[in-house]
């Protein structure tokens, strides 16, 4: 997978923003979690992964900095296949019990909820180390009905509305597949699945030129 620079401005991951830097020597405290992904991803890929942009912490949280000077049509990030969480990573034990009717959005939910609770023995812990917790998310998914009344009026909160409902039609199918295999793969809430629903989503929209 590739990523091409169309138009630079800020983009979002993991609902998480994301901020361009051309200063080549960011004045930040790095976070250990991130100073150790890229090492963990090119250890993971087999290869060197190059690419004109960091991670690290600044004012706005996570942010990326750019080391150089980024073109448009500059390729800025190449990610091998194999380091996609995709549905086929849905241990066979629980893959052909999900229907067909669960988005993949659900399925890869599931997939970072078992290495979630896998901890330190999963090989995507690095990973999952960097995604945010709910409390630092702000989707409306998470907003109480008070919060949604101020929106009622706004394709938002028909659209917040929606995605809740088809959520929690997935979790209403995938959670009795799960529950016999909690010994083996751990246990996850409601909330669980929301919050990994939503961070997935953002996977799937991760850049947004």
């Given at each position: 997978?590739?990523?091409?620079?169309?138009?630079?401005?800020?983009?979002?991951?993991?609902?998480?923003?994301?901020?361009?830097?051309?200063?080549?020597?960011?004045?930040?405290?790095?976070?250990?979690?991130?100073?150790?992904?890229?090492?963990?991803?090119?250890?993971?890929?087999?290869?060197?992964?190059?690419?004109?942009?960091?991670?690290?912490?600044?004012?706005?949280?996570?942010?990326?900095?750019?080391?150089?000077?980024?073109?448009?049509?500059?390729?800025?990030?190449?990610v091998p296949y194999s380091l996609q969480l995709t549905p086929d990573n849905l241990p066979p034990e629980i893959k052909p019990f999900i229907s067909e009717d669960v988005g993949n959005i659900a399925k890869l939910a599931t997939v970072l909820l078992i290495h979630k609770n896998l901890g330190q023995d999963s090989e995507w812990h690095p990973y999952i180390s960097c995604l945010?917790?709910?409390?630092?998310?702000?989707?409306?998914?998470?907003?109480?009905?008070?919060?949604?009344?101020?929106?009622?009026?706004?394709?938002?909160?028909?659209?917040?509305?929606?995605?809740?409902?088809?959520?929690?039609?997935?979790?209403?199918?995938?959670?009795?597949?799960?529950?016999?295999?909690?010994?083996?793969?751990?246990?996850?809430?409601?909330?669980?699945?929301?919050?990994?629903?939503?961070?997935?989503?953002?996977?799937?929209?991760?850049?947004?030129?």
């Amino acid at each position: 997978m590739s990523f091409r620079v169309a138009t630079l401005r800020r983009w979002s991951l993991h609902t998480v923003v994301f901020n361009f830097s051309s200063s080549p020597s960011p004045q930040f405290q790095s976070h250990s979690v991130l100073h150790n992904f890229l090492p963990w991803l090119e250890n993971k890929a087999s290869s060197t992964i190059s690419s004109p942009l960091s991670i690290s912490n600044s004012s706005y949280g996570n942010s990326l900095f750019a080391s150089k000077s980024i073109q448009t049509g500059d390729c800025i990030l190449q990610v091998p296949y194999s380091l996609q969480l995709t549905p086929d990573n849905l241990p066979p034990e629980i893959k052909p019990f999900i229907s067909e009717d669960v988005g993949n959005i659900a399925k890869l939910a599931t997939v970072l909820l078992i290495h979630k609770n896998l901890g330190q023995d999963s090989e995507w812990h690095p990973y999952i180390s960097c995604l945010p917790p709910q409390a630092e998310m702000h989707n409306t998914i998470f907003w109480n009905e008070s919060e949604l009344e101020m929106i009622r009026q706004s394709s938002v909160y028909q659209e917040t509305i929606y995605q809740k409902s088809q959520i929690e039609k997935d979790f209403l199918e995938i959670k009795p597949v799960f529950q016999p295999f909690c010994q083996s793969f751990g246990d996850f809430t409601w909330k669980d699945f929301m919050h990994a629903c939503t961070l997935e989503h953002g996977e799937a929209q991760r850049v947004y030129l």
